[in-house]
């Protein structure tokens, strides 16, 4: 199934917590699967992180309620509870630890510190990582043979856009640069590129040369 149909789907499901703003969405599960957790009264978050996207980037917050969990390719069918292999970031050293969330639980992140001084940094901050809106969660690693693909930074800034049909790249493929003001545009048929495309590379720090290319 084309994931641009499976995300309307899901869409049209859950649409009462996509209306609302105090819920969040988790992937988990290899990302194959999404967890709708709700910001409480006294959650504190780094919301007001530097993003270049805020509407897609990627958060923490200290503590969160679990209402749903369900698999991307399944989503009318909702489990009771998922573990998932959490991976802590302080100091620059990683740390794993396997997490359950359970259906009306709340889930608590004990080493979350709102005014560290990598508070605006994701990767040296713990925390429950969500984002805020729901297509951010689905397109986040999911891998799917067939339909679109789409890569986001964790500041929200989108790198990469594509399709796939049958595991190979078709149609339209582009990889963003410069917070999405160049793109690389290139055009496969069947996995393999086809026709006229255009690429961006970094010559230094400040200046980037496009070239434009023709297949025979």
Known sequence: MDSDIELLDIVNIYKDYICDNSFVYKPCNNYQSIIILQKLSNTITNED???????????KADVLKV???????????MLNEITYRECEHYNYVSSHTYVTYKVGETISSLLFVKNNKYDYDYDDMHGI????????AFYRFY??????????CDD????????????KLHGLQKSFY???KKEDKKHYH??????????????????LHCITNMDT
């Open 67 to 77: 209402i749903l969990i369900f698999n991307k390719a399944t989503p009318h069918i």
């Open 178 to 180: 410069d917070n999405c």
């Open 190 to 207: 069947d996995g393999i590129l086809h026709g006229k495309w255009t690429s961006y590379k970094k010559m230094d720090e400040n200046y």
């Open 143 to 152: 891998t799917r043979s067939t339909g679109k693909y789409i890569v986001y």
């Open 129 to 136: 990582k969500y984002f805020k809106t729901f297509d951010c």
């Open 49 to 59: 992180r530097h993003s270049i996207n805020p509407n897609s980037a990627l958060y």
């Open 156 to 167: 929200g800034n989108k790198t990469y856009e594509g399709y796939r049909v049958n595991g």
